[in-house]
Structure formats: structure tokens, C-alpha cells
């Protein structure tokens, strides 16, 4: 990273867990955000934080966290520092929204969000293994979202609706792909505004060949 990109990099804590006893760093080509956290929480909605952080872990990352904890006397240890991970490049937004979902901070959680938001909260539910924790702020914000199902560009759809097991937007989008879907060298995808468009590529192999499926009874 050159000393101009530093530069410009804006620096943010959010506190979403004010007395929490680790930090989650989250670094983009624009920010590099800290989010304040509670391990427990943590651990408490999502099966992929519990197995990296949880008492019964041997990841490293717990080893790293009860290390920390041994050697602090507080939440703060002698150098006011806290025990830290980092994310992938996910939206800092987004990431934010989930955390606050899983941390009970209700006054934080957005009651709309934008499609490109839900889809950035989908994908970071689908890595981290969570999305029941979102219960019922899925439903509130996929509501308001749905007519934009059957309109071009929003193909992800597809893979929001498998996320957050909305079988009815599910079962109507993969019935619609497989009577555009055609065939090119071996490679699936669907006719979109006449033109050929590979399903997203954040879906699962097992969507796809849902999709492909009926694709192929439909053709038979």
C-alpha cells in the first residue's frame, strides 16, 4: 500500500459491543474499521465463531483470546489493548449490521436496508453460518425487496433467498432460471434482456445445479 493510499484510508471504531473483550479488524481500499466486540456473543450466534473462538477451540484464534484473557486483569490488559482478529473485505456497513444483529443492539439495526446492503449482509451470514440470528430482520428487510426479484440484475436474489431459507422467492426464481437457462460450452447460465449471464458467482455449487436440474427435466 503506497504512503498516498495510507492517506486517504479513514480510521473508524464502532462500538458494538461497549464492554466487549475483543476487537474484529476490517481493512478496505477507502477504511480500515475496528469494531468492538463480545467473544460470547459472538460464539452465541454463529457455529463458525464458536469453533474459532470458543473455550473448546484449538484454533489458534482461541488459544490467542484465552492467552489474552490470562493475561489481563480486566477486559483491558496492562497495555489497553484488546485481543484482535480480522475480517475479510466485506462491506463495512454491512458487517456492522450483522454484528449488531448478533450482539442484541436493537437501536443499531437498520429497519430497510438497500438491495445491495442485503446482499453484502447475505454473503457475510453465509461464510460466518448465521443467518437464523437474523431472525425477524431478514423478513423486514427482504419485505419491501421482493418485487425486485423477477427484474433484471437482480439475479443474487437467488442466492439471498437460499441464504435466509425464503423457500417461496427460492423455489419461484429457480423454476423461472431453468426455462431461460441455456447451455454454451458446457457452462450454465440464463438469458437475461436477451443476453447470456452466468448465475452470480457468490452461489453455491449445490444452487446451481438446482437449478440445472430442473433445467434439464424441463428440456426432457
Not at 493510499?5 to 473483550?21: N, R
Not at 484449538?58 to 489493548?81: I, M, V
Not at 454473503?123 to 437474523?134: E, F, K, R
Request: glycine fraction near 8%.
Amino acid at each position: 500500500m503506497s504512503e498516498g493510499t495510507q492517506a486517504e484510508l479513514k480510521f473508524v471504531h464502532l462500538d458494538i459491543c461497549p464492554y466487549g473483550d475483543m476487537e474484529i479488524g476490517l481493512t478496505t481500499s477507502t477504511a480500515e474499521v475496528t469494531y468492538r466486540v463480545s467473544s460470547h456473543q459472538l460464539c452465541s450466534g454463529s457455529p463458525v465463531f464458536r469453533a474459532m473462538l470458543g473455550p473448546q477451540s484449538s484454533f489458534s484464534e482461541a488459544n490467542g483470546l484465552r492467552q489474552h484473557q490470562r493475561l489481563s486483569t480486566t477486559t483491558l490488559d496492562s497495555k489497553g489493548s484488546f485481543f484482535r482478529i480480522t475480517a475479510e473485505e466485506y462491506d463495512p456497513t454491512a458487517l456492522a449490521t450483522v454484528l449488531y444483529v448478533l450482539h442484541g443492539r436493537a437501536q443499531h439495526i437498520p429497519e430497510s436496508v438497500t438491495f445491495k446492503n442485503l446482499l453484502e449482509i447475505a454473503i457475510i451470514c453465509d461464510y460466518y453460518d448465521c443467518a437464523a440470528t437474523m431472525r425477524p430482520w431478514d423478513e423486514t428487510w427482504m419485505s419491501p425487496l421482493r418485487s425486485l426479484t423477477s427484474k433484471p440484475g437482480y439475479e443474487s436474489w437467488l442466492f439471498i433467498a437460499w441464504v435466509f431459507r425464503d423457500q417461496n422467492t427460492f423455489g419461484e426464481m429457480t423454476a423461472r432460471f431453468s426455462k431461460s437457462g441455456v447451455m454454451v460450452e458446457g457452462e450454465f447460465g440464463i438469458i437475461v434482456g436477451g443476453n447470456m449471464k452466468r448465475l452470480d458467482c457468490h452461489l453455491p455449487q449445490g444452487i446451481i445445479s438446482t437449478v440445472m436440474s430442473k433445467f434439464t427435466r424441463d428440456i426432457c
